[in-house]
């Protein structure tokens, strides 16, 4: 008698497909249309965040966009400031998830890194065809998972008004002097940088030295903070798998 046959009880999960740029360049160029289309893709549920009737859908898009962008940003001559960029964009929509979903308001802080974000983003992906969009957006799936990844506990937020600092996932005040001293990356001025916080005992005010430049600017207004940890850096995702 046969033995009766094994029921399957494994997942199926289909295999993504990537294209071949020869397939890719069989395809008709993008009109202006599907390039606007393209650009709104994350700009439109950005701006459903930052209005206060933000959903978890619209952080998806806005998150997967700067993934995109972490990808695109290899193009270019700037990719590591752009990545950096990218990176403290994904914090802040990660953020304003949690807001949305526990209900509490969306601050500036949390949305503005995202708005330059993808503003650069679209200005990139003007460069290129339909082929190279495709493969960027390919790339962007296969490795979702890894790109912007970073952790939650790593993450603080700390406001110069009341000398505190809040842990991403505690969301409790802490005393500022925590922070003082330690490497990461934040959003300043319309760009992201690395370097630490620190305070001006002088003129009792807190200043940020950027790593890069060793240019000290004023912190006037509440900032996120990346912490770096030395072991594995969020962005390094693909040196890793390269390995």
């Not at 964009?89 to 949390?110: D, F």
């Not at 991403?168 to 922070?179: C, K, Q, T, Y």
């Not at 990461?184 to 200043?207: K, Q, V």
Request: charged residues 30%.
């Amino acid at each position: 008698m046969p033995k009766p046959k094994k029921k399957r009880t494994k997942t199926y999960k289909p295999r993504q497909i990537m294209l071949p740029p020869m397939v890719l360049g069989c395809l008709p160029e993008m009109t202006d249309k599907e390039r606007a289309d393209l650009d709104l893709a994350g700009l439109l549920p950005l701006d459903c965040i930052k209005r206060g009737e933000g959903t978890m859908r619209n952080c998806q898009d806005v998150l997967l966009a700067l993934k995109s962008g972490f990808v695109t940003a290899e193009r270019f001559d700037d990719e590591w400031r752009i990545k950096l960029l990218m990176q403290i964009a994904y914090c802040g929509i990660t953020v304003a998830a949690n807001y949305i979903e526990a209900k509490k308001p969306i601050q500036p802080w949390m949305t503005d890194p995202a708005e330059d974000a993808l503003k650069l983003l679209c200005d990139m992906e003007a460069h290129f065809g339909r082929v190279e969009l495709c493969l960027n957006h390919q790339k962007t799936i296969h490795h979702r998972e890894r790109i912007c990844r970073f952790d939650m506990m790593a993450l603080n937020i700390a406001d110069p008004s009341s000398r505190t600092l809040k842990n991403a996932v505690r969301m409790e005040d802490e005393p500022i002097s925590g922070l003082f001293g330690m490497s990461g990356i934040t959003y300043l001025h319309n760009s992201a940088l690395t370097g630490y916080l620190y305070p001006d005992e002088e003129r009792g005010r807190l200043l940020w030295l950027d790593g890069k430049t060793g240019a000290n600017i004023p912190v006037e207004r509440p900032i996120m903070i990346l912490k770096e940890d030395r072991n594995e850096k969020p962005y390094d995702w693909k040196q890793k798998e390269a390995a």
